[in-house]
């Protein structure tokens, strides 16, 4: 496996345990509304924003349908400026490449740019197992490394914490990881922004290795493309003698020019900017300027696996953004550590599973609502509910096998098909649902039903079946009114054929329509 899933307890499980967390509830309110509130004023200053997102969708389908020609130019163009390209197949693969390369330069520390592809693939872990440190220079990736936690967010790591609990860690934390907090630090914004600052200048002014991820690769000049708010990335980008990069395969890009598009469409949908305040590109190598050896590791870590799913595939197009998880519902309460996974909310539960296989994440493609916001909210128009719908499907399908036994839910849910497949069984059965009206006779509606539906009503009530069914409404409406020919009208549960045949109700196809 990847090692994509970070070994979490199942959703519901690590869901139900963080709605119950009220300081993690309001932090997520707070700054998902703030950001979400942003993001609209941001992107409706855009009157093409709608042919934006459909040419960011249409450039990242034609390189997925192409990416072999494209990363073997993309090889071709990093070669020829003095780079140095090497492809991993997986999570191992990687963690060795870049371990090798840190070893061979003689040295025991790394500066790193925010990086997921890293996360990913639990780089600073691996660089630790082989006696090298590796620092986070970002803001919010420094407060997760300092606080012994997992970001929980795409954009912004820390999302989970506020500026109290962000202060307690500085405080705590950073006499161990170099330079103290300074004495009497308060939690206004601007003063651990600065304690960041000299905390990591000392870092940055004596690393000799810098690890870096990138948001685009362009294949025809071989250039990366790094866009952050801080300054930090570039740091990391420009001070070390040598430069190792590992990206997704998926990030690459044909040309310069398909820049254009997403250089508008990430910043708006991101960090609601019209423009991010960094952008770091490099192409190779340049004597006198940046690092002297400039190394790219291309990841796969599933991705060809996931580019074979014609469904699935979709995922690949994400320039994570992060606009997703701002509008879920799911994910503003449950938080991003509920999924296990490093990507999390509605991306994460349709991205994770792919790379991992359902198997490892059978719960993450029922993380969701199917609510939508997250296709409305998408720049590149990923159509997120489908594909949850699809992995799901496959959920199941992976369940089944030789001598499976199904689960009650499978067999109420094949039970249901077999019931309402025919129009007679189906009104027979509303007809004796209303024997349920005795389960909530003092609540009026049903807290708890017994085994094996008992599932449903965990964390949902439902309501009482009514007292009397449409159908059996219409029949006595249609009797009382003496029928269309007087006689008092045929029982609409019998088609013209007897019972059990075409319903009156039932379209050409004998199917109710809807």
Known sequence: ??????????????????????????????????IRTKRAKAVAEVSDWAELREAGRRIK??????????????????????????????????????????????????????SMATQEIGLNEALEAAGIRAYETDLAELIVQLGEDRPSHILVPAIHRNRGEIRDIFVREMGAWGRAAPEGLTDTPAELAEAARLHLREKFL????????????????????????????RMCLTLP???????????????????????????????????????????????????????????????TDTLA??????????????????????????????????????????????????TD???????????????????????????LVHLRAKVVDAHRGAGHRPTAEQAVMTTAAWTMAKPRR????????????????????ISRLPPPLAAWTASRDLPLPPSESFRDRWSRRQASAGGPDGSGGHDPQDGPDGPDGPDELDGPDGRTPR
């Not at 072999?68 to 060795?96: I, K």
Request: net charge neutral; with cysteine; hydrophobic share 40%.
């Open 1 to 34: 496996m990847s090692g994509t899933f970070v070994g979490m307890p199942a959703f519901p499980k690590a869901a139900h345990e963080a709605v119950n967390n009220a300081t993690l509830r309001g932090n997520l309110r707070h700054a998902t509304q703030t």
């Open 61 to 114: 389908d034609h390189t997925l349908r192409h990416l072999d020609r494209y990363l073997v130019q993309l090889e071709e163009s990093v070669t020829a400026a003095g780079g140095v390209v090497h492809w991993a197949a997986d999570a191992e693969e990687a963690n060795r490449v870049v371990t090798e390369l840190v070893r061979a330069t003689g040295e025991s520390e790394v500066v790193k740019v925010k």
């Open 206 to 233: 004596r690393a000799k290795v810098g690890v870096s991820g990138a948001n685009f690769m362009v294949a025809e000049t071989g250039t990366l493309v790094v866009v952050e708010s801080e300054g930090n990335g």
């Open 241 to 303: 003698e040598t430069l190792i990069s590992v990206v997704g395969i998926e990030k690459t890009v044909p040309t310069w020019r398909d820049l254009e598009v997403f250089l508008q469409t990430l910043p708006r949908s991101s960090t609601a900017e019209r423009m991010n305040p960094y952008t770091s590109m490099w192409t190779g190598t340049t004597d006198g300027d940046g690092p002297r050896t400039f190394h790219l590791v291309l990841l796969d870590n599933g991705r």
């Open 309 to 358: 799913d014609e469904v699935g595939r979709q995922a690949l197009r994400c320039i994570r953004c992060s606009a997703c998880l701002n509008v879920c519902p799911v994910y503003e309460r449950a938080g991003g550590h509920a999924y296990g996974s490093v990507y999390p909310g509605p991306i994460g539960a349709v991205l994770s599973p792919q790379l991992t296989g359902v």
């Open 361 to 387: 994440n059978p719960s993450l493609p029922y993380a969701s609502t199917l609510c939508g916001a997250c296709l409305d909210a998408c720049p590149v128009a990923i159509d997120i509910p489908s594909m």
């Open 426 to 445: 189906w009104a027979r059965t509303l007809r004796a649902a209303r024997l349920g009206r005795l389960l909530g006779r003092r609540r009026g509606t």
